[in-house]
């Protein structure tokens, strides 16, 4: 049975070939959009999923309050992590983790590479899962043996065995520490939280900074784990933690804490980003999860409604063979299994079809978020052939289970009369198609949008200097000067300042009171001309200045204007603000606001001291600011580069361009318009070419019509206005409501990415309904007059 209900479909299929390659093409590449949406969202379900025993890992976070403000921090005390194993029974382990970067160099190969050097406790391999590849796992627990992954290896050897081989660290003071590589394991996927290339035992965190820290509670480590047997007893374990709260407090009274919290690590990736100073890699952001499922939803949708509409109206063409079989004897059953046969039929190719575009479409979506890598495997992922055969039903009951009902249902005796006449007119038709451009004119809404905000954000003041400015992050004294000697010699650069915080890198938190009033604000440390150099606004009071040196980096500070603001000043000018309580500094300027961040979070109170460069060995950065001209940017930055490396030959330049800073809000910007810019057009060619499908059918139906129309006299206008003034109220109607759809989905996921972004305008609305409007309507006209050209005498004799 299923066998002929095989050969009919196919030959009924074959009768409408230009029908059937349009709903095949449009179901494809919803269903393409689908394959690449599953792929991105598996990625990010799949976060740490590797790691076999991340359900008994739990990060160790504290929690500060601060006039009702709830902040969780992602460090805590160096030393809690021994005071755990010392003194607390119910873990079973304990251990640090932190990632530097550092250049690692073979001397017998003179190879040279920027390395991501990672110092762990011993317990982080035997519950982060690396597989081993060869060599000991346990090595990194001596002082001088290494842990590498084998694609780190590979830069260096290739092929060869890399066991034994000894490899140079150069710290940030330029010594030199070698360790030999006892044991190679797999590169962590990217959905991993925990990376690493080069691993080391924790204790030579200490030797090779010697900053004094490693019994100090005023320093935090990066990361620090608790790992149960027993994951159920972390929730009886997590109160044991406050006995360390107070002697925390006594060496950090500028950070009081009220909590420690263990977090899990399951869970930790898909909340990171909402945590400060966590440095761990974050599950992808919301947009680039939500963006592809909602493509994917909204092209489906279209897909499908236009496939269900083609079905209806050339139901029409088939309603003698649906009598026929019915008068003998053919039940409604079997006429709806022979419509879902040829529905399923045309999925199936859709469906291979959209194999084919995937494998062009998810590398490419791949290559544009930093940190993903989606594959496509029908080897090694057995979930995506299951995805498929869920897709095939999926789409084929969406599409075509309402159709074979609707078609089945006629009586006979209706249908060999005559009198019965369906498809291309209906009221389900006209649903269906108003749906279907909605969907449309929502993805074309969303395509405007993003690209009028990504150009909004590209030239959004931010309050300071980004096309201008070079900056050089340095490490030690050795660095700076002979960097600033690079910056001072080259007269493409116009001003140099230096900066131990730099705006977005480095800065910290403190508490300013005034009297008896309190605010946290983001505290930078700079040099002299730091403001003047980054562009910073004076709109009150004066800079520092290299004359009042002295008094201004004992006593001085400069604030922006949300700090004036949440002090309620209205003249900020000469003020006092005591900085946690124990240095008084007096206001002497007011800066503009300023985006710390990007476009990311919202502009916060920020307060500017004056600090002379001094480098204490304690593992952060410093920062040489250059400002150039625009167009010369690239050739300053490829100049520095190259002193530096014939300067400092042990260690890869370490410059960047301000605007890398707001690389990622640029990047989700981008993408996101690039994802949206290619769902409107997809949706916007389905929908035409649904069009064209609906009103070519209608005029097949309606020829006579036409025909005698024309015998009476009608004028061409006059019956293209007639034959299209349904489907022109219909695109205005859906217009109307898919602007207004757009509006609020749309705004509500811009929202929910950027704190600022560009409002809609007259052109958001506009664009998406003139461009719809405009090309449906020329398309029906001209399929209109090409029929209505047609000689009457051959219509009247049409049938």
């Given at each position: 049975m299923f066998k002929n209900y095989l050969k009919v479909a196919l030959r009924n299929l074959l009768k409408n070939k230009v029908f059937v390659s349009i709903n095949i093409?449009?179901?494809?590449?919803?269903?393409?959009?689908?394959?690449?949406?599953?792929?991105?969202?598996?990625?990010?379900?799949?976060?740490?999923?590797?790691?076999?025993?991340?359900?008994?890992?739990?990060?160790?976070?504290?929690?500060?309050?601060?006039?009702?403000?709830?902040?969780e921090y992602g460090r805590v005390p160096m030393p809690l992590a021994d005071a755990i194993k010392n003194d607390l029974v119910g873990a079973d382990r304990t251990f640090r983790f932190e990632a530097h970067t550092f250049t690692v160099r073979d001397v017998q190969q003179d190879?040279?590479?920027?390395?991501?050097?990672?110092?762990?406790?011993?317990?982080?391999?035997?519950?982060?899962?690396?597989?081993?590849?060869?060599?000991?796992?346990?090595?990194?627990?001596?002082?001088?043996?290494?842990?590498?992954?084998?694609?780190?290896?590979?830069?260096?050897?290739?092929?060869?065995?890399?066991?034994?081989?000894?490899?140079?660290?150069?710290?940030?003071?330029?010594?030199?520490?070698?360790f030999t590589i006892a044991g190679v394991v797999e590169k962590a996927p990217q959905n991993s939280s925990v990376q690493f290339e080069f691993l080391i035992g924790f204790e030579n965190r200490f030797?090779?900074?010697?900053?004094?820290?490693?019994?100090?509670?005023?320093?935090?480590?990066?990361?620090?784990?608790?790992?149960?047997?027993?994951?159920?007893?972390?929730?009886?374990?997590?109160?044991?933690?406050?006995k360390y709260i107070e002697v925390q407090n006594e060496a950090r009274p500028d950070f009081i804490i009220s909590k420690y919290l263990l977090i899990p690590m399951n869970i930790h990736a898909h909340i990171s980003n909402e945590i400060r100073w966590d440095n761990l890699r974050d599950a992808m952001p919301a947009a680039a999860t939500l963006t592809p499922q909602i493509m994917a939803l909204l092209i489906l949708l279209v897909a499908c409604f236009n496939f269900t509409n083609t079905a209806i109206a050339t139901s029409n063409r088939r309603l003698k063979e649906i009598g026929v079989r019915k008068v003998l004897g053919g039940s409604r059953r079997q006429l709806i299994m022979q419509f879902m046969a040829e529905n399923l039929t045309v999925c199936f190719l859709a469906i291979l079809m959209s194999i084919g575009i995937a494998y062009f479409l998810v590398p490419a979506y791949s290559a544009m978020w930093q940190g993903m890598d989606l594959q496509m495997s029908f080897m090694d992922d057995i979930q995506l052939y299951l995805f498929l055969i869920v897709l095939l039903v999926f789409t084929t009951l969406l599409a075509g289970f309402y159709p074979s009902l609707y078609v089945s249902k006629y009586e006979p005796v209706s249908i060999l009369r005559g009198s019965l006449s369906i498809g291309g007119s209906g009221k389900l038709t006209k649903v269906l198609l108003a749906s279907q451009y909605t969907f449309t004119v929502i993805a074309m809404f969303a395509s405007v949008a993003f690209v009028q905000n990504a150009r909004y954000q590209d030239t959004l003041d931010l309050g300071f200097n980004r096309d201008q400015i070079i900056v050089v992050s340095v490490l030690n004294d050795n660095e700076y000067q002979k960097t600033l000697t690079s910056m001072l010699s080259n007269p493409d650069i116009t001003q140099v300042a230096s900066a131990k915080n730099h705006i977005g890198r480095g800065n910290y938190n403190a508490i300013l009171k005034n009297q008896d009033k309190e605010v946290e604000s983001d505290m930078i440390d700079v040099g002299i001309d730091y403001l003047q150099t980054m562009g910073l606004e004076m709109v009150a009071g004066r800079a520092f200045s290299k004359e009042l040196e002295a008094s201004d980096s004992e006593g001085s500070i400069v604030i922006n204007q949300k700090l004036a603001e949440a002090f309620d000043w209205t003249d900020p000018i000469g003020k006092r603000i005591a900085v946690n309580d124990t240095t008084t500094l007096t206001v002497v300027g007011v800066v503009k606001n300023f985006y710390m961040y990007g476009f990311w979070a919202p502009i916060v109170p920020v307060g500017i001291t004056l600090k002379s460069l001094r480098f204490e060995d304690d593992g952060t950065n410093s920062f040489v600011v250059a400002k150039t001209d625009v167009s010369k940017t690239k050739q300053v930055y490829d100049d520095l580069e190259a002193e530096w490396n014939s300067k400092i030959p042990t260690k890869v330049f370490n410059g960047f361009f301000q605007n890398d800073l707001l690389r990622e809000a640029k990047e989700v910007n981008d993408n996101i318009t690039t994802i949206f810019g290619f769902l409107g057009l997809v949706a916007f060619v389905l929908s035409s070419l649904?069009?064209?499908?609906?009103?070519?059918?209608?005029?097949?139906?309606?020829?006579?019509?036409?025909?005698?129309?024309?015998?009476?006299?009608?004028?061409?206008?006059?019956?293209?206005?007639?034959?299209?003034?349904?489907?022109?109220?219909?695109?205005?109607?859906?217009?109307?409501?898919?602007?207004?759809?757009?509006?609020?989905?749309?705004?509500?996921?811009?929202?929910?990415?950027?704190?600022?972004?560009?409002?809609m305008d007259v052109v958001t609305f506009s664009a998406p309904v003139v461009t719809l409007v405009l090309v449906s309507l020329t398309i029906a006209s001209l399929r209109t007059l090409k029929f209505a050209h047609v000689n009457p005498v051959q219509a009247l004799r049409y049938e």
């Open positions: 093409i449009g179901l494809g590449l919803a269903l393409a959009c689908c394959i690449v949406a599953y792929l991105n969202s598996k990625f990010n379900w799949n976060f740490d999923k590797n790691h076999v025993q991340i359900d008994h890992i739990y990060k160790l976070h504290n929690l500060t309050e601060n006039n009702g403000d709830v902040r190879k040279v590479f920027n390395t991501s050097v990672c110092y762990a406790d011993p317990g982080f391999l035997e519950s982060f899962t690396f597989p081993l590849i060869r060599g000991d796992l346990s090595a990194y627990h001596g002082l001088e043996s290494a842990i590498v992954t084998q694609e780190y290896a590979r830069k260096f050897y290739g092929e060869e065995d890399p066991i034994g081989k000894v490899l140079t660290v150069f710290d940030d003071t330029g010594m030199s520490f070698n030797r090779m900074y010697d900053d004094g820290v490693k019994g100090n509670w005023g320093s935090f480590a990066q990361a620090t784990f608790v790992y149960f047997n027993d994951p159920t007893k972390a929730e009886a374990f997590e109160p044991l933690l406050s649904g069009l064209f499908t609906l009103v070519s059918i209608n005029l097949i139906r309606r020829v006579k019509e036409i025909g005698v129309r024309k015998v009476l006299g009608s004028s061409l206008g006059q019956i293209v206005y007639l034959i299209n003034k349904d489907y022109f109220i219909l695109l205005l109607v859906s217009s109307g409501l898919g602007v207004t759809l757009g509006y609020y989905l749309i705004d509500t996921m811009i929202a929910s990415i950027f704190t600022h972004y560009k409002a």
